[in-house]
């Protein structure tokens, strides 16, 4: 695939559209109050960011490649960082994604729901190149560490609708991550776990944008969670 990314993405030499989230659009999830105005962007989300020639092999196996561009702000104390959701279950488990991290750094925040209540949270700190599958079970936060562009890219399966209502619910994540290096539990979960800090060990070397075009069943799990088994991510 032949793009070009920065503060807009272009594939194949053409602008792609994309969805914007804004500080208006997060405030219900924020630590604490911020006073820039609603229609401020914070980071910038492009669906189906695939090549002309490759959109067959994505619709045919039902599998989305997204690109996310999310900018290098502050929200009062905390990083920069999506709303965060939960996916649906099919069966016993909730669909799995996998991210990659093109350009900077991520923070990858965790936490794994047993009934009502957040069992496990983890942050994955993820660099450029490195890959990270967010296992079934877990809702998840992307966080922008650093004072450069995080361009994130991620397959997930194309036939539901993520759940955003229980970090509206909580007031966001389990744990709000602060520039001063703290972490700061959140108070609205009945159970807060200990924050377990982990390190990304995905294959660096192949993209996944290729490694689907080249084998899209070895992704079939995106579809049946329950092709990963029992396997522990962390």
């Known amino acids: 695939m032949e793009w070009e990314y920065d503060d807009v993405l272009y594939i194949d030499g053409k602008k792609r559209q994309c969805s914007i989230r804004t500080i208006g ?3 219900d999830v924020l630590f604490s109050k911020v006073e820039e105005p609603d229609d401020t962007p914070l980071y910038y989300m492009y669906r189906n960011a695939v090549s002309k020639k490759d959109e067959y092999v994505y619709s045919n196996h039902k599998i989305r490649y997204d690109i996310t561009i999310m900018l290098p702000k502050l929200l009062g104390m905390e990083f920069n960082k999506t709303y965060g959701h939960y996916h649906p279950f099919n069966g016993k488990k909730t669909y799995p994604e996998i991210y990659e991290v093109l350009k900077g750094r991520a923070y990858y925040l965790l936490q794994k729901k047993v009934g009502e ?3 496990r949270a983890i ?17 998840h936060v992307t966080i922008n560490p ?14 539901f609708k993520s759940d955003y209502l229980p970090y509206k619910e909580k007031n966001g994540a389990i744990y709000y991550i602060n ?13 807060i776990p200990p924050l377990e800090i982990k390190g990304a060990n995905y ?3 192949n993209t996944i944008y290729d490694l689907f075009i080249k084998n899209p069943e070895e ?14 991510f962390f």
Do not use: C, H, Q, W
């Open 219 to 232: 992704f079939e799990f995106l579809k049946r969670p329950e092709l990963l088994g029992r396997f522990e």
């Open 146 to 159: 650093t004072k450069e562009n995080l361009i994130m890219a991620n397959l997930v399966y194309d036939d």
């Open 117 to 119: 209540e957040i069992e």
């Open 25 to 27: 659009d997060m405030r």
């Open 179 to 191: 520039n001063d290096g703290t972490y700061v539990p959140n108070k609205k979960y009945k159970k």
């Open 123 to 139: 942050m994955v700190i993820a660099n450029e190149g490195d890959k990270v599958i967010i296992p079934p079970n877990y809702g």
């Open 203 to 205: 294959d660096k070397k």
